[in-house]
């Protein structure tokens, strides 16, 4: 086979591979199709030096809000992922199963950058959450929709990878738990993990950790106080590690309100490192606290997470919660899917979601990006 694009001469971090050095890259009808030193160069091959660049797998996040126009909450995918280096935006729950089709035939059908999604388990999925309106769509159990949730997710397999359920004073008001015990049976139904967001009590961050399954997902998890993930003496609370221990992920989900320094220091500080760092971009967010992946991960390493273990938690680990271990990789074979970072050293201001800041002494920033095999951003 011949390699249509080769990444020559850069550090690559490939975490699924423990790969950390120089090495070249090639890419091929939209996957990768070498990996090594001195790959041979065709007649047709396009070859970009990159000496002095950081390669990685495409960075995946997780958690993002993309249904453009359909709801309120959601951001142009294709601008977001080619300025942050994300080529896997993972919608989840802008959508429910009464406005998924519009989602994909409008949004992620017409996306350069690759969509996947959780499907909300409410039958409009996330509608009234903007500056003026507030309404928790899980607060009505009558939007509750398990049967067309399933018949969804089993007719769009190719883009759907969980479900996705919003429970918390915010989220589901008086229900308390009652929209999780909905959510956790389509999941099952399905065969497909599921992604629980948590804000305030209740129900308690405990509460949510004992009803999940292994492999599924908890997001927001270093939100503040109230339902923070560690005591008032800086411990990481002994469910949380009992979760983990059981198989639960825990995903960052920054957000508007789901992130702070605080809690974030008290979980590194007891060596409880995030499973995947995500944005969970919207809207309300884009523009501060949260602004992007690449600004998510920046946190995380100036809060003493180390360049890999940040990297892994934005390809690799990411790919294990979507249980598709074809991205997220730079083996021969994987998704074509590449991202170029460096990372600045100096004086950077990051904010929390409570208004905190701190100075951070590195950032992380895109520098490019490979979309199915080909050069697509910049130029």
Not at 62 to 85: K, M, N, P, Q
Request: with cysteine; net charge negative; aromatic share 6%.
């Amino acid at each position: 086979m011949q390699h249509e694009l080769i990444l020559r001469g850069a550090r690559i971090i490939d975490p699924s591979q423990n790969h950390d050095g120089i090495a070249d890259v090639a890419f091929a009808n939209g996957l990768v199709s070498g990996f090594g030193r001195d790959l041979p160069v065709g007649e047709e091959t396009e070859v970009r030096e990159m000496g002095g660049a950081i390669v990685t797998p495409g960075l995946i996040d997780l958690h993002t809000h993309v249904y453009w126009g359909g709801t309120s909450l959601g951001i142009d995918a294709d601008e977001f992922c080619r300025l942050s280096g994300v080529t896997t935006s993972v919608d989840t729950g802008s959508a429910g199963p009464g406005n998924f089709p519009g989602f994909r035939k409008h949004v992620i059908e017409r996306s350069e950058a690759r969509i996947l999604a959780y499907l909300h388990v409410s039958f409009a999925g996330i509608y009234g959450f903007s500056k003026t309106v507030m309404v928790g769509e899980s607060q009505d159990m009558r939007l509750m929709a398990p049967r067309e949730a399933v018949a969804v997710a089993e007719a769009n397999r190719d883009v759907i990878v969980g479900i996705k359920v919003r429970v918390g004073a915010h989220a589901s008001g008086t229900q308390g738990t009652a929209p999780l015990e909905i959510a956790l049976q389509v999941a099952a139904e399905t065969g497909l993990p599921l992604m629980a967001h948590i804000d305030e009590p209740p129900p308690s961050y405990e509460a949510v950790l004992a009803m999940l399954r292994p492999g599924d997902v908890l997001t927001h998890a270093f939100r503040p106080f109230p339902n923070s993930p560690v005591t008032a003496q800086g411990a990481v609370k002994p469910a949380v590690r009992e979760a983990r221990a059981r198989g639960i992920l825990f995903d960052i989900g920054h957000g508007k309100g789901s992130f702070a320094f605080k809690t974030a220091r008290a979980m590194l500080a007891g060596g409880f490192l995030p499973d995947t760092i995500s944005s969970d971009v919207h809207a309300l967010c884009i523009d501060g606290p949260a602004f992007d992946q690449v600004t998510t991960m920046s946190k995380m390493l100036c809060l003493g997470m180390s360049l890999n273990e940040v990297i892994a938690a934005s390809t690799v680990n990411a790919a294990v919660a979507l249980q598709r271990m074809e991205y997220g990789s730079l083996r021969v074979g994987s998704l074509g899917d590449a991202t170029v970072l460096a990372v600045r050293e100096g004086a950077f201001d990051y904010v929390d979601v409570l208004g905190e800041h701190m100075t951070g002494d590195r950032r992380i920033t895109s520098e490019g990006v490979v979309l199915r095999g080909q050069w697509w951003h910049p130029a």
